[in-house]
């Protein structure tokens, strides 16, 4: 599994959205290493972690994330993760609720996907697999990003198209499938106990503002932060806002 370990501190795990891979957080580290230690991985058969023939669920990368903190010998930590890794976030606190601290849940839900859905991502699956991930990409970049983002940041499109490109195919299918296996999270969330902090892109088109408040509402004592004139990728396309958010939510957890 691989992953980056900056800073010093106390932990903070970040994880990534499918078909990206733990680059994405590079604005979070330069923001929040000085004060945290952020650890990002990859998650199984995305980025540079190992690839495996079958589908990646949500239960089996929180496992991967848990024997992560095994092998650094941390115990607990603030987890977060957006889109994909919001899903495995979830996983994981079910699984190993005393492990966290802390819950950040960026561009994400908590149901599960409709019958249509998961026939998409089987479709898309079998897409990558006969086509490779530039079959893709264009169309994958319109849902992620604004419009504002697409004509006006060509450096964070590149960047986004870039990570798309790199991703094994076989690996975004295993995300895939995994996601589309994944259950319905929404009846679970009123046992979170842990502080938590829910981001979302105004202008998300793919987990919308709605599905933020849904969370909002049902994790007590929640705080929800639309970040405006972002999309699916609120960390990347308006990295000030979202940083400044997740500081101000993890400088309040300092005992």
């Given at each position: 599994?691989?992953?980056?370990?900056?800073?010093?501190?106390?932990?903070?795990?970040?994880?990534?959205?499918?078909?990206?891979?733990?680059?994405?957080?590079?604005?979070?580290?330069?923001?929040?290493?000085?004060?945290?230690?952020?650890?990002?991985?990859?998650?199984?058969?995305?980025?540079?972690?190992?690839?495996?023939?079958?589908?990646?669920?949500?239960?089996e990368m929180a496992r991967d994330v848990?024997?992560?903190?095994?092998?650094?010998?941390?115990?607990?930590?603030?987890?977060?993760?957006l889109s994909m890794g919001g899903y495995v976030t979830l996983a994981f606190y079910r699984r190993f609720p005393l492990r966290v601290r802390a819950l950040?849940?960026?561009?994400?839900?908590?149901?599960?996907?409709?019958?249509?859905?998961?026939?998409?991502?089987?479709?898309?699956?079998e897409k990558i697999l006969k086509e490779g991930m530039q079959a893709i990409a264009d169309d994958f970049l319109k849902k992620v990003l604004a419009?504002?983002?697409?004509?006006?940041?060509?450096?964070?499109?590149?960047?986004?198209?870039?990570?798309?490109?790199?991703?094994?195919?076989?690996?975004?299918?295993?995300?895939?499938?995994?996601?589309?296996?994944?259950?319905?999270?929404?009846?679970?969330?009123?046992?979170?106990l842990a502080p938590t902090l829910i981001l979302v892109g105004s202008e998300d088109k793919l987990t919308?503002?709605?599905?933020?408040e849904i969370m909002r509402r049902e994790i007590r004592g929640s705080r929800l932060e639309v970040i405006e004139g972002a999309s699916h990728l609120s960390n990347l396309e308006r990295p000030a806002e979202f940083n400044l958010a997740l500081r101000s939510f993890l400088d309040e957890l300092q005992p």
């Amino acid at each position: 599994m691989a992953y980056d370990d900056e800073g010093s501190g106390s932990a903070v795990v970040l994880l990534h959205g499918y078909p990206f891979n733990r680059s994405m957080w590079r604005e979070q580290i330069s923001a929040l290493s000085a004060s945290y230690r952020i650890i990002t991985p990859d998650l199984r058969g995305l980025g540079e972690t190992t690839l495996t023939n079958e589908p990646a669920t949500m239960q089996e990368m929180a496992r991967d994330v848990a024997a992560l903190l095994d092998e650094l010998e941390i115990q607990r930590v603030v987890l977060g993760g957006l889109s994909m890794g919001g899903y495995v976030t979830l996983a994981f606190y079910r699984r190993f609720p005393l492990r966290v601290r802390a819950l950040i849940l960026a561009d994400t839900r908590s149901q599960a996907d409709t019958t249509e859905a998961a026939r998409n991502r089987e479709e898309q699956a079998e897409k990558i697999l006969k086509e490779g991930m530039q079959a893709i990409a264009d169309d994958f970049l319109k849902k992620v990003l604004a419009p504002a983002t697409l004509s006006e940041n060509p450096e964070t499109v590149e960047r986004v198209r870039e990570m798309i490109l790199k991703t094994e195919p076989q690996g975004a299918a295993n995300a895939l499938r995994g996601m589309a296996l994944r259950t319905d999270q929404t009846d679970f969330l009123e046992e979170i106990l842990a502080p938590t902090l829910i981001l979302v892109g105004s202008e998300d088109k793919l987990t919308p503002p709605t599905d933020a408040e849904i969370m909002r509402r049902e994790i007590r004592g929640s705080r929800l932060e639309v970040i405006e004139g972002a999309s699916h990728l609120s960390n990347l396309e308006r990295p000030a806002e979202f940083n400044l958010a997740l500081r101000s939510f993890l400088d309040e957890l300092q005992p």
